[in-house]
């Protein structure tokens, strides 16, 4: 799939091209919203926000500068963060306890799905309590195909520093749930 | 513990939802692209813009001359 050249028609207002990037990074972005900690409702807007933007200007887009999935993340990045510093737009993650899990759900789980269920909460409300900042950046690092330096594009900062941030974000993580264990 | 880290931010926590592609390239169609602005002077066009004022300045400053020499003249 050649990107590039659909950017370049979706800046000629080939909406057919850019409903091909669309097709071609939607998951990417989905996937990293949700890690960043937005709901799907929440997501879902920033996504098409995200999306709307690159249609209205992708004749700005500049391939020296970077990939086209590294521009559309760095849109989505800023949109997200905005929308997370706005009033009533942080998503508040409230730990699940075993019994909330026990009756919310229809039929009995078998205690090794509930234990994973119950992990994935309090790995959620940790990441909740990092900031908007380093927990963007925890998700890019997940985003496939994205190097370091891609990473450090998205996040306007330079490789070192985002190798360093990185680190520290995975230890401040380590740190809430062990902090959370005991 | 690092193992769960992985393992869950590796995980796809959301997925778009169905039709959102097709909803979004519709909902594009509706929306106009902004006009590219048009852009600036380039470094050649202030300069032929520069060289065509001289030549105009110093035509006119012929005009001026020679109706001075023939004024005197008469």
Redesign the interface.
Known sequence: MDCDADIGAT?G?D??A??RI??AH??R???Y???MG?D?AM??DV??ET??RV??H??KYDSRLGSLTTWILTIARNMALTRLSQPGGRRVETPVSAETLEIASDAPLPDEQLVARQ??HR?QAALACLGAADRSL??S??VDGLDLAAIATIEGCSIGAAKVRLHRA?QR??QI??ADNE | ??D??DT???A??????PG???R??A???A?P??R?PSRGFGAWQWASLGAGACFGASRLCEFVLVAFVAAGAH
């Open positions: 800046a207002g909406h057919l850019f409903g669309v097709v939607q998951d972005i989905f996937a919203l949700g890690r937005l799907s997501a879902e996504a098409q999306f709307l249609w209205r992708a004749g992990r994935e790995l925890l998700s690092s997940y995975r993580l380590r749930l062990e | 513990m690092n769960d880290i869950w931010l590796a796809k926590p959301l997925a778009a939802p959102f592609a097709a979004l390239t909902l594009a169609q929306t692209q902004p590219q």
